[in-house]
């Protein structure tokens, strides 16, 4: 059964009533027949085409009155990440007010993805560069409006560069423009979103995202409804350390636009980072229901794929196995076509490997089927590829099958040497080299080489300990410090394991296999008072499993 989308007429009309009242009252409305140039500089509640909330937003023009309402609504998907739909709102501001130069800013603005695993392709950058070309000349705009071209054209300009060198660009150019008008919550809030872009993965001190939350936080004070100021909040503070930070932020996202699909799902990137699954699956669920329809060009959208990825997870981590199951099963059941993206691509991939990996059934990991389904282009993916490899890599080695073990590794070596080579802002080429290293190591251990094995699953632990997750993913498929938290066990190490399982769960709080492994180690060792406080969390966790996992019957025979 589907969970209640919560946009009822009566929260429709509070809503209204909280923030229109005001504005009728204070004279902030500005009326269809007002002049160019003449903007309000008050909030403005939008709406999507299909009359759903959106958030409110401060966006003052050049443009006609007409375009206002198409300018607001792209804007606020814009901020939601709905790309595809914020695209279709400013072109329609463009054929309203052609001279309107905001509009062809906005259509250029959405082919650029700061916070996505992908990069901007060679016909977007010629279609963006007509557009900034059209919004220079077009008479519309405002000394700030310009400022926003600029900074985008910081993008855009010397096409041969890399995907980095662009992001630090538009980080200087929003630098510039939110010097120039402080009080400006939207260029406020793209400087922000562009800190996150390019804070560097091995700042531990988080400074990026800590100021990039700062700054949007002071948005969304003066703007509690402003969806660019809960997005970004979410964005900036999505690290273990942070993550608390933004957990009311994240759970009121949905008052905002309890319709969007992405801004659902975002919710979810806090709850994952605190291991609160019941939560995580919920806003999942809601996120994906909300994009089940297929795009205006018939592509089944990422975003329905990406919830179903982070709902797979949290379903297995509260061992609800019938349920994970059933969204593989829900996969399946699709047709071409998919939105060609990595979200799509990083989804198809990561759900059959998920649901063998983390439920430790090594033969049907062995069995995943690599490039699955057709229909997504695979070629441009090599980093997603390797999810399926190491899967079978990991799955075959676990069952003595080394021959194929073998060979699925070949295939990971041929793979990280194409995913080194993608113009990318993140290193996909480093965790593919990581899921090598630990088949590897599970080969070796499996041959009975266990201090190489040891050494190489170490290895392996502390190159995943130095990389940050990737929006695109709730998660590795398998944490390899868990998987060497299992090899120490199996080699009688308990305090060793004992650590290593600690440590995923300071990354990774409430995950099930590190939850078990930590009271394992601890039961093995003798402290009984560590494994039963773990065996009993495992349990509360997983309160309405309908799977009877090995691992949760132990629990419950241990404690009686």
């Known amino acids: 059964m589907k969970p209640e989308i919560v946009t009822t007429p009566a929260r429709l009309a509070a809503f209204f009533s909280f923030l229109v009242l005001p504005l009728l009252l204070f004279g902030c409305t500005r009326s269809p027949g007002d002049a160019v140039g003449a903007a309000t500089t008050a909030e403005s509640i939008v709406l ?118 662009r992001l630090q660009a538009f980080l200087n150019g929003w ?25 560097p993965a091995g700042d531990k001190t988080y400074a990026n995202q800590k100021r990039a939350g700062a700054i949007a936080e002071r948005v969304k004070a003066e703007i509690p409804e402003h969806p660019g100021a809960h997005h970004y ?35 979810t990137h806090i709850t994952t980072r605190r291991g609160l699954w019941e939560e995580s699956a919920r806003f999942n669920r809601r996120a994906a229901d909300a994009a089940t329809d297929r795009l205006p060009n018939g592509d089944v959208s990422m975003h329905y794929l990406h919830a179903l990825d982070y709902l797979a997870y949290a379903y297995l981590q509260q061992a609800k196995d019938e349920e994970a199951d059933g969204v593989l099963t829900e996969m399946k059941s699709l047709d071409t076509p998919f939105q060609n993206h990595a979200a799509t691509a990083y989804a198809f991939a990561a759900v059959p490997a998920r649901l063998a990996l983390d439920r430790h059934d090594w033969g049907a990991a062995a069995g995943v089927k690599s ?117 120490l066990l199996a080699t009688g190490s308990y305090a060793l394991a004992s650590a290593e399982y600690t440590a995923v769960l300071e990354r990774s709080p409430n995950r099930f296999y590190s939850v078990f492994g930590a009271g394992r180690a601890a039961e093995l060792g003798g402290d009984i008072a560590i494994a039963t406080k773990y065996y009993q969390l495992l349990l509360d966790n997983c309160a309405d499993a309908n799977d009877d996992r090995p691992e949760l019957m132990h629990a419950r025979e241990y404690l009686g």
């Open 48 to 165: 999507d085409d299909a009359g759903r909330l959106l958030g409110v937003v401060r966006f003052p023009t050049s443009c006609t009155a007409d375009a206002q309402p198409p300018l607001q609504r792209g804007l606020a998907l814009l901020h939601h990440m709905t790309y595809v739909a914020s695209k279709r709102a400013f072109l329609e501001a463009a054929t309203i007010d052609p001279e309107c130069s905001i509009a062809y800013w906005g259509a250029a603005m959405t082919n650029v993805h700061p916070l996505w695993p992908d990069t901007i392709q060679a016909d977007s950058l010629v279609g963006g560069q007509i557009l900034l070309d059209k919004a220079s000349i077009a008479k519309h705009a405002s000394a700030r409006e310009r400022g926003y071209v600029d900074a985008l054209q910081a993008y855009y300009r010397e096409g041969n560069r890399g995907e980095a060198d």
């Open 233 to 267: 909040i979410i964005h900036a503070y999505d690290s273990p350390p942070l993550a608390e930070k933004a957990l009311e932020t994240a759970r009121h996202y949905d008052d905002v636009a309890p319709e969007n699909s992405h801004a659902l799902h975002m919710t």
């Open 175 to 199: 630098a510039s423009v939110h010097e120039d008008n402080p009080d400006d919550p939207e260029a406020s809030l793209f400087y922000a979103l562009a800190l996150v872009a390019t804070a």
């Open 371 to 487: 490039r699955w389904p057709e229909g997504i282009r695979w070629e441009q993916y090599p980093h997603l590829v390797a999810i399926a490899e190491f899967a079978r890599a990991l799955g075959a080695a676990r069952e003595g099958d080394y021959a194929t073990a073998e060979g699925a590794i070949g295939e990971l070596v041929l793979l990280q040497a194409q995913a080194a080579k993608l113009d990318i802002a993140y290193d996909w080429g480093g965790q593919v080299a990581i899921q090598i290293m630990a088949a590897e190591a599970w080969v070796a251990f499996g041959k009975s080489d266990i201090e190489s094995a040891l050494r190489k699953m170490r290895d392996a632990a502390e190159m995943e300990a130095s990389t940050v997750k990737n929006p695109v993913t709730p998660g590795v498929v398998l944490p390899v410090r868990e998987l060497y938290g299992d090899m």
